[in-house]
């Protein structure tokens, strides 16, 4: 059975181009209610310990750069469906297969300045808005 919550990131540039209340209000306007939401400024070991999966990966260090080069905007979202609705409301990873009308069209700027994060399955998106939010600030 799908889950209803997903973790997702406004990530440094799209929070340095100031899109973070456009993104929400797609979110929002998607029927995607948000129940925990921090800015806040990964470090590069932190940035590495969210990404430890990708570690063998050639684009590692470049991803934890990315990641830890500014703020960013970590929530959970509530809907049902989340992790699947969500994922379709990002659109592709490359911005230039992304559909029209999702986040990445609109905002991405390349594969790697994506704009955003998604969860990819519903334990990912557990896993990894425990790694931002205590139980007590996810409401």
Not at 69 to 82: H, Q, S, T, W, Y
């Amino acid at each position: 059975m799908a889950g209803n919550r997903t973790f997702t990131m406004i990530k440094p540039d799209a929070v340095q181009d100031n899109h973070i209340g456009a993104i929400t209000q797609m979110m929002e306007e998607g029927g995607f209610r948000i129940v925990a939401m921090k800015k806040t400024r990964l470090t590069p070991e932190r940035a590495g310990d969210f990404y430890a999966v990708h570690k063998e990966r050639p684009f590692y260090n470049d991803l934890v750069s990315y990641m830890s080069k500014g703020p960013i905007v970590a929530m959970i979202l509530e809907k049902d469906n989340a992790v699947e609705d969500f994922r379709k409301l990002i659109g592709a990873t490359n911005p230039a297969q992304a559909e029209e009308g999702t986040i990445r069209k609109r905002f991405a700027k390349s594969i790697e300045s994506n704009a955003v994060h998604g969860s990819d399955s519903d334990e990912n998106a557990k896993i990894e808005g425990d790694f931002f939010f205590g139980s007590d600030e996810q409401f």
